[in-house]
């Protein structure tokens, strides 16, 4: 049997720790029983805290810790569950969880973290030079902090060596599942997210993040821009004709608009048309090929592959996942 310990800290998660204690706990279990077999469980799952006192989640509720972090003798994978409170005070707070996590790492455990939980790793510094994901809606701060860390949010997952990450408050159940097939295998993986009722192996953030057009800066003739490409975004100009608008070189626009939101303005449009096209599929019952004209776009193929880049999936699976019911 494998042994899991959830490290528990004030301010976190509930369902971060619980939802992934059930999936480890009931892994060969619920599949089993609704087999009418035997159940045979997998994991030995544990929550562990400072002291071994309990948690209290930033929902209000209290969990309680079956041992302390001093008390963990043997552990074949330890997961640190997502912050939901203050990200700097969690940090500040935890010195024991961020020393237990270095001495896992020395002892070349599994470590796996979840959204924002990945700040304690790297806050411990067990991430510098290695590949990392977050919450995608954190990533700035954490690029911020942690600049030494090769952070690619667009993934769902990331593995580097001993060190797992899941990107979004609900990936536990992406890296449960996950962490299940690398200990027992596919089979058993997949019949947890039968039972369970979830899909398994999303790869990507991309569908639920925003584009980040919206960044704040005071160049007030760049936000007149931006206002005016909100209304004409779906217009067939060019670059030279946008600076003409204001009264600007093609080279000044580009220039200005780098330095006020880190992206050309080519960029800038294509992100306004896709942020359309999802409005579009979200609330409507469009054609595709009639959105994909809305927006701006001629070519069909050049349209869905450029939406899958920016959303990792393509129009039709976006409007599936997303489109109000």
């Known amino acids: 049997m494998k042994h899991i310990y959830i490290l528990g800290f004030d301010q976190a998660l509930?369902?971060?720790?619980?939802?992934?204690?059930?999936?480890?706990?009931?892994?060969?279990?619920?599949?089993?029983?609704?087999?009418?077999?035997?159940?045979t469980p997998i994991f030995n799952v544990?929550?562990?805290?400072?002291?071994?006192?309990?948690?209290?989640?930033?929902?209000?509720?209290?969990?309680?810790?079956?041992?302390?972090?001093?008390?963990?003798?043997?552990?074949?994978?330890?997961i640190i569950p997502t912050i939901g409170g203050p990200i700097e005070d969690v940090l500040a707070n935890n010195p024991e969880l961020l020393a237990f996590i270095q001495k896992a790492d020395k002892e070349q455990r599994i470590i796996a973290g979840n959204c924002t939980g990945n700040f304690l790793l790297a806050e411990a510094g067990i991430l510098n030079g290695r590949q990392a994901t977050t919450h995608w809606g954190f990533q700035q701060q954490f690029q911020q902090c942690y600049p030494k860390v090769n952070l690619t949010a667009e993934f769902m997952l990331t593995?580097?060596?001993?060190?797992?990450?899941?990107?979004?408050?609900?990936?536990?159940?992406?890296?449960g599942l996950h962490m299940i097939e690398r200990f027992i295998g596919f089979e058993a993986a997949i019949q947890t997210a039968k039972a369970f009722v979830i899909d398994y192996r999303r790869d990507s953030q991309l569908s639920y993040s925003l584009m980040g057009l919206a960044k704040p800066h005071k160049d007030a003739q760049i936000k007149d821009v931006q206002q005016w490409l909100t209304k004409h975004y779906a217009l067939n100009l060019s670059i030279d004709e946008i600076a003409q608008q204001f009264s600007m070189s093609k080279r000044t626009l580009i220039r200005r608009f780098n330095q006020a939101l880190n992206m050309p303005p080519l960029t800038y449009i294509q992100g306004l048309r896709i942020e359309g096209a999802q409005k579009l599929l979200e609330e409507s019952d469009m054609h595709i090929d009639a959105i994909m004209h809305k927006v701006g776009y001629e070519?069909?193929?050049?349209?869905?592959?450029?939406?899958?880049?920016?959303?990792?999936?393509?129009?039709?699976?976006?409007?599936?996942?997303?489109?109000?019911?």
Request: glycine share 8%.
């Open 159 to 175: 593995k580097d060596e001993h060190i797992y990450c899941a990107g979004g408050g609900l990936a536990w159940f992406d890296l």
């Open 46 to 78: 544990k929550i562990a805290s400072k002291n071994g006192a309990p948690i209290r989640c930033i929902n209000g509720l209290e969990i309680g810790a079956h041992v302390a972090f001093d008390d963990i003798q043997q552990a074949d994978a330890i």
């Open 299 to 325: 070519d069909t193929s050049s349209f869905r592959r450029l939406f899958k880049s920016k959303t990792g999936c393509t129009p039709s699976e976006y409007r599936s996942r997303f489109r109000r019911r």
């Open 14 to 39: 509930a369902s971060a720790i619980t939802g992934v204690l059930d999936l480890f706990a009931l892994a060969g279990v619920t599949w089993n029983r609704i087999q009418e077999q035997a159940p």
